[in-house]
């Protein structure tokens, strides 16, 4: 991992990574988490969530939480995304997870080119999460929690296979709405249910 914030601005500085996962599926929410590292107690193995196996995401999940100085969750509904749009939805679930932390950062580095609303410095970074320790440990602890959200809302709604795809736009899943209709975990405002059902009041 290439050299982080921390040694560009001091290591005393206190430093938030924020990211998010599920952006793209048509089903559940986005999540988002911000994690304040101990410089002095970095977990080995951080990097992004997405080429790391699940086994290896979750020691390292374990691990972040136990060593890291502070760690915010936030979440955003299909209902909150349906109402705005998922730019929107994720950018305000960002700001949300940074204002949960128990300290408050003095630089906030972002997962892409959006900076958030947040009333410290904020920087965004294109593939942040393959270069900057404490992104990669937020891109880490949202996607083990999305997971296993998922993973809790398939067994309140079997006929979609959540557990398997996590709500992303599979050949099953789409078999799955097709078959049966969207549920209220479904986002009305992607297609392919966009225009074809609506959300209940």
């Known amino acids: 991992m290439a050299a982080t914030a921390a040694a560009m601005t001091g290591s005393s500085a206190i430093i938030a990574g924020v ?12 999540v988002t988490a911000a994690v304040i590292l101990d410089p002095s107690d970095v977990p080995d193995g951080l990097a ?17 939480v136990a060593r890291a100085r502070s760690v915010s969750l936030a979440s955003a509904s ?7 749009n998922i730019r929107a939805a994720t950018l305000a679930c960002m700001a949300r ?11 906030v580095l972002v997962d892409g080119r959006d900076v958030i609303a947040v009333p410290m410095r904020c920087r ?16 880490i602890v949202a996607k083990v929690v999305r997971d296993r959200m998922m993973a809790r809302l398939h067994r309140a709604f079997p006929a979609y296979g959540f557990a398997g795809h996590a ?9 799955a709405i ?3 209709g969207p549920c209220g975990l479904h986002r009305y405002s992607f297609a392919p249910i966009k225009g074809r059902w609506q959300r209940s009041p």
Not at 48 to 64: P, Q, V
Not at 78 to 83: G, L, Q, T, V, Y
Request: avoid cysteine.
């Open 19 to 30: 990211d998010e996962v599920g952006r793209g599926p048509l089903a559940g929410p986005v």
């Open 97 to 107: 997870s940074v204002r949960g932390l128990s300290l408050t950062p003095e630089l």
């Open 167 to 175: 709500g992303y736009g599979t050949a099953q899943h789409r078999a």
């Open 48 to 64: 992004d969530s997405k080429t790391l196996s699940a086994a290896r995401r979750e020691a390292l999940f374990e691990s972040i």
């Open 178 to 180: 097709e078959a049966h």
């Open 78 to 84: 299909a209902a909150e995304i349906d109402s705005v």
């Open 124 to 139: 965004a970074i294109i593939r942040g999460d393959s270069s900057e320790a404490a992104i990669a440990a937020a891109s």
